[in-house]
């Protein structure tokens, strides 16, 4: 019903910058709630960012609050997610997801569909 395709990631030093961008497929974008959601290796998976439908709100993890900032483009069917002084305890996978909500989701595991992930490794 939706396929999620991320792209964007890469290595980078503290404190650097990487915007990452998700493609997706489907004829109701602007219906779907999207999120991005990280994992490192051993880790569970943990909510990072997301937006509703319209994009006009959004909700972030603590963490990344203030240096992160997730945003859409219903015309282009992709949300992006610009990352800004970014941390080695940011390394991950970063998964993009959607759900058919109008709401925020801010629960990793409420989300219906998943990309395929895009490394994000930040060195010290």
């Known amino acids: 019903q939706v396929r999620l395709v991320e792209s964007g990631g890469g290595l980078v030093q503290a404190g650097g910058s990487l915007r990452l961008s998700c493609a997706a497929s489907?004829?109701?974008?602007?219906?779907?709630?999207m999120g991005w959601v990280r994992q490192a290796p051993g880790k569970v998976r943990e909510f990072v960012a997301t937006?509703?439908?319209?994009?006009?709100?959004?909700y972030y993890a603590d963490s990344v609050k203030g240096r992160f900032t997730i945003s859409r483009d219903n015309a282009k069917n992709t949300v992006y997610l610009q990352m800004n002084s970014l941390k080695p305890e940011d390394t991950a996978v970063y998964y993009c997801?959607?759900?058919?909500?109008?709401?925020?989701?801010?629960?990793?595991?409420?989300?219906?569909?998943w990309g395929q992930g895009t490394q994000v490794t930040v060195s010290s």
């Open positions: 937006t509703r439908g319209s994009g006009v709100n959004t």
């Open positions: 997801a959607a759900k058919t909500t109008m709401l925020v989701v801010t629960i990793a595991r409420e989300y219906d569909y």
């Open positions: 489907g004829r109701t974008f602007s219906s779907y709630a």
